[in-house]
């Protein structure tokens, strides 16, 4: 049985603050939401005590938006496993586009943070997908399994989770088409060892797209930005129908 992963990546967006105010108004709308579902919120590193502290006793889990492959050392900037599973914290995105397109993250280092999450007993995220140039080239599926291939290199697939976020889709308004996500993911699917992955959409997910994107058949999940940021919206998003 695949698992449902529904995850909020804020970004770098809320402070201690606003992350605690989020909270106030987002838990007490998961009464009723069906066990079915696990629900992550994937935090800027600053907010991860805060959040910890009171997500005690709550079904949320927390993630965090990045990890180094080293344990310890002179990486200024970055982050250990240590330094994350000291907060409770279960899942890291790993590889998001972001990250290749404006930090240099390559098909290599996505590979190393991958393994050095698993290590930890962090759940990674791992994020593919293409740009719209990409997709205009007709260059979407080589690309999609060839990123699988070179990131998943002796990956343990038991402990995983796969986004697929087609770049042109994020932070635009532009969902994919849901017959289309659908069947990127099953391509995704179809090169993994371990069929249980949960494989998310992500790209403009909203509470007005969400149930036709949870009703295809091979999307086990989204991985929502910018509809993550307020309660209600996130809350609508979680309790999908
Ligand atoms: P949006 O939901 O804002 O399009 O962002 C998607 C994303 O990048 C999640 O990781």
Request: proline share 4%.
């Amino acid at each position: 049985m695949r698992k449902i992963v529904i995850a909020g990546n804020w970004k770098m967006h809320k402070t201690q603050a606003e992350s605690l105010e989020f909270l106030h108004g987002f838990l007490k709308q998961l009464d009723e939401t069906p066990d079915d579902r696990e629900i992550v919120l994937c935090v800027p590193f600053t907010a991860l005590g805060a959040l910890s502290k009171n997500l005690h006793g709550s079904r949320v889990r927390l993630g965090a938006q990045n990890v180094h492959w080293e344990a310890s050392g002179a990486y200024t900037g970055e982050i250990s496993g240590a330094m994350l599973t000291e907060f409770g914290v279960r899942y890291v995105v790993v590889g998001h586009s972001e990250r290749r397109q404006f930090f240099g993250e390559t098909d290599e280092t996505v590979n190393l943070r991958l393994k050095a999450a698993q290590n930890h007993g962090l759940i990674p995220i791992l994020c593919v997908g293409e740009s719209k140039q990409q997709r205009d080239a007709g260059e979407t599926e080589s690309l999609i399994v060839g990123q699988l291939q070179a990131d998943l290199e002796g990956v343990d697939q038991s402990q995983l989770v796969i986004a697929y976020e087609p770049i042109w889709a994020i932070g635009t308004g532009d969902t994919c088409e849901t017959l289309e996500a659908n069947r990127i993911t099953a391509l995704i699917r179809s090169q993994l060892k371990n069929p249980d992955v949960p494989i998310q959409y992500g790209g403009s997910v909203k509470p007005d797209n969400i149930d036709e994107i949870m009703a295809q058949p091979d999307i086990d999940g989204a991985l929502v930005g910018g509809a993550s940021l307020t309660p209600d919206s996130f809350a609508r998003i979680v309790n999908y129908q």
